[in-house]
C-alpha cells in the first residue's frame, strides 16, 4: 500500500518513514499564565503530530525539484485539513500538513535524491 495524503502520494518516489510526537496533556507553568503560585496546570489536549521523513528520488536534479514544487504547492495553495495513510494503512483523519524541510543538499550517484522532513499536526 503506498502512503498518501488527500489521495496524493507526495512521498512515495523514495523511502520514508512515519511517526507520532508525544501524546497526553498539554502542560504549562502557573506563573507563565498569570497565576501567582508556583507548579503547572493542564491547558489542554497536546497537539498530535505525525514527522514523515524520508528522501524523494529522481533521474536528475529536475525530477527532484519538480517533485519538492509539487509538495510545497499542495502544502501552501491546499492548506486544509485531509487524511494522512502510511504505508500500511494507519489513517490519522483531519490532520494539516503544516512543514516541508528538504535537506541543504541532493545527493548524486545512479539516481538523484534529497532528504526531507514534513510535519503534520492535528490541531486540537
Known amino acids: ?13 523514495g523511502p520514508h518513514r512515519f511517526s507520532e510526537g508525544p501524546a497526553g496533556q498539554q502542560m504549562v507553568a502557573r506563573i507563565s499564565i ?15 503530530i505525525v514527522t514523515v521523513r524520508g528522501r524523494l528520488v529522481g533521474a536528475d536534479d529536475g525530477e527532484v525539484w519538480d517533485q519538492i ?17 502510511d504505508h500500511q494503512g494507519h489513517v490519522w483523519s483531519s490532520i494539516n500538513f503544516v512543514r516541508f524541510e528538504p535537506e541543504d543538499r541532493f545527493d548524486r550517484g545512479r539516481v538523484t535524491s534529497v532528504g526531507y522532513v514534513a510535519r503534520f499536526v492535528k490541531l486540537t
Not at 69 to 85: E, Q, S
Request: net charge negative; no cysteine.
Open 1 to 13: 500500500m503506498a502512503s498518501s495524503f488527500k489521495g496524493v502520494d507526495l512521498f512515495g518516489s
Open 69 to 85: 514544487d509539487d509538495i510545497k504547492a499542495h502544502l501552501m495553495l491546499w492548506n486544509t485539513p485531509g487524511m494522512l495513510i
Open 34 to 48: 498569570g497565576i501567582p503560585s508556583s507548579g503547572s496546570i493542564t491547558i489542554g489536549d497536546q497537539e498530535l
